[in-house]
């Protein structure tokens, strides 16, 4: 069976940076519904219509394909006593935006009473070179069409 519209494609994969440092080992394979349904980076799932279990890929992704450019106005200087006590660097926490969306902030940097937040993924700016080898291609169930994505192993289990 070949990678089309409305498939759940089980992909195993690594991706490291431009200079070869691994990113991400695939401890898990990537599962997803493939077709237009943004269970992965629309490059990568371009490249894999049309191939089937057994074929290798591998994409180079730029920073605006994959996770975003950097974006230095997403960083903030707030009052630390906005924050609770415990504060960390490396906590995250999520904040509505300007357009009503939440966005996931991680405190990069606390000094005296200031503390940095960063509203950036933390590979923003950072080109992708992801290696996948197709490991399974099926039907995807009336469910998980209803839904847009995946269920049962390696996919989304609850509402």
């Known amino acids: 069976m070949q990678i089309a519209r409305n498939t759940v494609v089980t992909l195993d994969y690594k991706v490291w940076d431009p200079d ?10 990537l599962v997803y519904l493939h077709g237009g349904y943004d269970g992965i980076f ?6 894999l219509q049309g191939k089937a279990v057994g074929d290798e890929l591998e994409v180079k992704l730029q920073p605006e394909d ?15 006593a906005s924050f609770p006590e415990n504060i960390e660097i490396g906590m995250q926490f999520e904040r509505v935006g300007d357009d009503d ?3 996931l902030f ?20 950072t080109a992708l070179v ?15 069409l209803l839904h847009e994505h995946v269920h049962g192993a390696g996919g989304h289990h609850h509402h």
Not at 66 to 78: I, K, M, Q, R, T
Not at 106 to 125: F, Q, R, S, Y
Request: charged share 30%; aromatic share 6%.
């Open 66 to 80: 994959a996770f975003g450019e950097y974006d230095a106005e997403l960083v903030f200087v707030e009052s630390r």
């Open 101 to 103: 969306e939440d966005m």
């Open 20 to 29: 070869g440092n691994l990113i991400d080992g695939g401890t898990n394979p």
């Open 42 to 47: 629309p490059l990568l799932e371009e490249a």
């Open 130 to 144: 992801f290696r996948c080898t197709v490991a399974g291609v099926r039907t995807a169930t009336q469910e998980e």
């Open 106 to 125: 991680t405190v990069t940097e606390i000094e005296g009473d200031k503390v940095v937040v960063d509203g950036n993924h933390p590979l923003a700016g």
